[in-house]
């Protein structure tokens, strides 16, 4: 079906150009239900096979095909998507999207080797396409890849078979990485802005760097309460005054560390960490402080802190 709508799609466009002149008139007898008749085929739709630079692997293996036999294949994977042809072919046969591939799994049962009863072992409910091929005396390292029952590919199997054990692990290896590598992409395009600020703040609230300063500055504060509550400065003297302003600086920096917490932390996260319900609850007392002179119990709140 994807196959098709893109022809139909190639016919309009050259239909709109036939309309406006441009077409060659050879192209006017093209019809949507007689694509045979246009000379396109699925190759053509899909494209040239990628670049061998843009490819993460590109080698020769070999393929089990739809009458279950061996065929070599020029076999392409890149960033987005595992690319195949004929050898010596420019244009693709089949291309599989990373973002459909739900796994890959090696294949111990080859042709020639173990029993023809085995069944796949991979997460999925199609009974797998080695019961059917015939033992041949060629013998493959092979791996599976499973796609999406509802992508592209409609939920079908590729087989893959290697030479040597090593190229086998390379292939699934670095398959399975892109695959991961395709999702996380994905991921990203897909989140909102704020989704991404808040991946940001996380990673940053949850470092080492901003986790030891924090533990120092709470340090910092705990010997800076001790040292007013033992001095006991005079009201509006030069002690007391620089006490005030030491407390206006930790306000903001806690301040400024409350904000981070609650954006990369929001909303249960944040709420249901007792050490951070009581963050906000000291952050919010000290700053109506601020303006409010003896708020009772904010020395002891602030004290508290220290315990954590």
Known sequence: ????????????????????????????????????????????????????????????????????????????????????????????????????????????????????????????????????????????????????????????????????????????????????????RYELEQNSRITLLRILCRRFYNSDFLQSFVAFLIFGNFVANVAQSELQPQPDSSEDDAFNNVDIFFTAIFAMELCVNLVANWFWPFFTDGWSCFDLLVVSVSLVSTGVNDVPGLSVLRLMRAFR
């Open 1 to 184: 079906p994807a196959v098709i709508a893109r022809s139909r799609t190639r016919v309009r466009r050259v239909r709109k150009k036939s309309a406006r002149g441009d077409a060659s008139p050879s192209m006017d007898f093209i019809s949507p239900d007689s694509i045979e008749t246009a000379r396109i085929d699925h190759q053509t739709l899909l494209g040239s096979m990628p670049d061998p630079e843009d490819c993460i692997l590109d080698q020769n293996i070999s393929k089990v095909n739809h009458i279950c036999e061996w065929t070599d294949h020029r076999v392409a994977l890149t960033k987005a998507s595992i690319n195949f042809s004929g050898v010596g072919e420019a244009n693709m046969r089949d291309t599989i999207p990373l973002l459909e591939i739900t796994s890959v799994n090696k294949r111990d049962f080859v042709p020639g080797m173990g029993s023809s009863e085995r069944i796949s072992a991979a997460p999925w409910s199609q009974v797998s396409v080695w019961n059917n091929i015939e033992s041949e005396p060629l013998v493959k390292f092979a791996f599976e890849v499973q796609t999406k029952e509802d992508g592209f590919n409609s939920g079908r199997s590729y087989y893959f078979g290697t030479d040597t054990e090593l190229d086998r692990d390379l292939w699934v290896n670095a398959t399975i990485k892109a695959v991961a590598e395709a999702n996380r």
